[in-house]
């Protein structure tokens, strides 16, 4: 799989503030493939996301005046069976990229698990990880 443009966004903790963003994604027609939220420092969620039409997503951002950033990240079809995770992990290790996060989602058109990496070198890994995919 190619690359894939990821939303990060620091969100105050607290209720209704995901269904807030969540809602204005969803009113545009923005499907989310992959979520992941996780509590940072003070009373706030960084939330990150990679979505179906990143161009409109972006759109949608800046109209609720979100501040985001924007980082490229590597995905990979992996079969729902044992072994695919540590096959992806393990061409990326034995290739010298270190993961600095990763977070699951779904493929739109065929509900494909997918996994997505944050790595520095996101188009290598991209590259690195189509080969185990197609092995699978």
Known sequence: MPTSKEFAIRLED????????????????VNILGFQSTPIEGKNSQVRFVV?????????????????????????????QPGGLARAASQLGDANINIDYGY???????????????????????NILDKVAAAA
Not at 15 to 21: C, D, E, I, N
Not at 60 to 80: F, G, Q, S, T
């Open 14 to 29: 607290r209720p209704g503030t995901l269904a807030t963003l969540t809602r204005a994604l969803t009113e545009k027609g």
């Open 52 to 80: 179906d039409n990143p161009a409109l997503a972006k759109g949608v951002l800046d109209l609720e005046h979100m501040i985001y950033k924007e980082n490229e990240v590597a995905m990979v079809r992996v079969p729902h």
């Open 104 to 126: 699951c989602g779904v493929e739109v058109n065929t509900n494909t698990p997918l996994v997505i990496f944050g790595v520095a070198e996101a188009v290598r890994a991209a």
